[in-house]
């Protein structure tokens, strides 16, 4: 199947699948476990929820920067993005066979387009148990090759997935992305819209959204919401070698930042960047 | 007292004071095994105010990062003693500061520290004696080598409250119970979640809220031959979790993935 | 979630395979394939209940328009008569791409 993709479009309005493709040197894009293969979810006709014939995953090989890569593409129009067996499966394992290739010296750039709310409520402990195998694949993968994780929105990128997000080498972001572990929406929910007003769109990115996170260090690459933008971004992010001390393992640092934090005193976007940047961290 | 406190207390021998007080840290033993034991427990003085509740928060999480690392850094050149997080966690704070400073970062800390010290040759296992929730869950436990569960109404594994996911899935609880039923990865107790697999031990028998010595004895037992089953292992990942019967039976459609994934790789 | 079948005589033969769509809200995915027989087939799993008729009225006038002998398999969120009808047809172009 050709997959084609006209130039300057915004990459938000790309399907996964077209994403996925976008980022693959033109011409290598190859597909695994298609839509016609119909390895879809066992559990959702059964609760009367219809299915995706690829679970809302696109797990797709080719090359990046004519180097060998995969790319792990989550649909976020398919049920939120939410992570279930099969589609958790497809990420966990794609991830291990890349592993086991890095082990055997032919490493793969892997690459996760995170458009995800978590785990699939519907599939619960089993999209549990999937993003703890997700965890385990990146924190061995990334030992090897960088793992590069881009989160461009329209969903963004939240529960265990953010988790993933986290443990990435490194993290490209649009504007329009956000990252963060519990939605807007379910923080209003359990804690009341005083702790946080959901429909508050300037709020709410000035906390977890793309721009916020680049200027407090928790992700990489702030880049356009455009197709040619983010797959040179993710170019660069390959040639950029493995960090030394990735971010989740920065304890030292990230302790001494939240023991500078008077919790007392409130404290929003804005007034966070600029207490980081003094301290010298950031950008 | 937390069941947390209370199991941590009874196997480490010990409750360690440090900061943050919501997370224990002490070293003890499991038969012949250096053991460091961890938990995460209430603490109405915490910094972050939601996180007092026993919640996996910030703190909590680089703090638990913090210990694991410091044991594999000490263990570097010798013995790898054995890791048990003790887990009985609400789940994680809902908070807008929580989400501002990086909260998905110091969770990914914690599952990076875990699974660090798997990959090196720790015996890393999870004892779950309370509610082992969603992300908190996924950043204290599920990077272990075995989990083992106390079996008993209060053990519970989940990723929502019903409450909020029937909200969220627009179905009543009544609905939610009855699918749970048919599909036993939507169920919250014990059983269910060891059906999928991925579960070493059940341990019955014992009084997960107020143990007596006896039974103390036979957890410290069970963690006993995970310690050394896990030492064995042919390997320092988690693919056992997919090779027990059950998982046969209940994931099969995560290990057909694989199948096919592999079978496809190289075109 | 409704499970509905329909059955076309057909005659012309499917080119290659085709895939279009996504199953989010207000849409569908369309997977169009050869049919073994001279008969087209269409299975739809649809997230909305009661809507029997209005697939068959839709579905009759595509395939009274478009002579296909094709196995179709839709899966649909809630997606109007308009969108099924433009998903079918971007299917049938990529099929003769």
Known sequence: ?283 | MSRGRTWFEALAGATLDGEPASVLCADGTVGDERTRFLTVVPNAEAKFTRARGGELGLEEGWTLARHVREAVAVDDDGDRRALVAVVDVPGQPYGHREELLGLHLALAAAVDAYATARLAGHPVVALAVGQAISGAFLAHGMQANRILALEDPGVTVQVMSKRSTARVTRRSVDELDKIAEEVPATAYDVASFARLGALHRLIEGVDAAEPDAEHVETVRDALAEAITSARHDDSTDLSGRLASPEARRHRSASLRVRERLAEEWTG | ?97
């Open chain 1, 1 to 283: 199947m050709t997959v084609s993709v006209r130039p300057k479009t915004r990459f938000t309005e790309l399907s996964a699948r077209e994403r996925a493709a976008a980022l693959l040197d033109s011409g290598t894009f190859r597909e695994l476990i298609g839509p016609f293969e119909r390895l879809e979810s066992p559990h959702l006709e059964p609760q009367g929820v219809v299915p995706a014939c690829d679970d809302g995953v696109v797990v797709a090989r080719g090359d990046i920067g004519d180097q060998r890569a995969v790319v792990l593409a989550i649909e976020g129009l398919f049920q939120g993005g939410g992570i279930g067996e099969v589609s958790g499966a497809k990420i966990a394992g794609a991830l291990e066979l890349a592993l086991r290739d890095a082990e055997r010296g032919h490493p793969v750039r892997p690459v996760l387009l995170l458009e995800t709310g978590g785990i699939r409520l519907q599939e619960a402990n089993l999209g549990l148990l999937a993003i703890a195998e997700i965890h385990a694949a990146i924190v061995a993968l990334r030992s090897h090759v960088p793992v590069v994780g881009v989160v461009a929105g329209m969903v963004g990128c939240f529960g265990g997935m953010a988790i993933a997000a986290g443990l990435c080498s490194h993290l490209v972001m649009t504007r329009e992305g956000r990252l963060g572990l519990n939605g807007p929406q379910v923080i209003e929910q359990e804690a009341g819209v005083a702790e946080l007003d959901s429909e508050d769109r300037r709020l709410v990115w000035e906390t977890i959204g793309g721009d916020q996170r680049v200027a407090t260090g928790m992700a990489d690459a702030l880049v356009e919401d455009d197709v040619a933008a983010i797959a040179g971004a993710v170019r660069i992010a390959f040639e950029t070698a493995v960090p030394a001390e990735h971010r989740s393992a920065q304890v030292g640092f990230y302790e001494a930042r939240l023991a500078g934090i008077d919790a007392s005193e409130p404290l929003d976007g804005p007034a966070l960047r600029t207490l980081w940047r003094d301290e010298g961290v950031g950008r």
């Open chain 3, 1 to 97: 979630m409704e499970t509905l079948n329909f059955d076309y005589p057909a005659s012309q033969p499917v080119p290659r395979r085709a895939y279009v769509g996504v199953v989010g809200s207000g849409d569908l995915e369309v997977l169009l394939e050869p049919s073994p027989d001279q008969r087209a087939h269409v299975t739809v799993r649809t997230s909305a209940d009661g809507f029997g008729e209005v697939w068959e009225a839709v579905l009759d006038r595509f395939f009274a328009r478009n002579d296909l002998a094709a196995a179709v398999e839709i899966n649909d969120s809630g997606a109007t008569p308009g969108t099924v009808v433009l998903r079918l047809a971007q299917a049938v172009e990529e099929s003769r791409s």
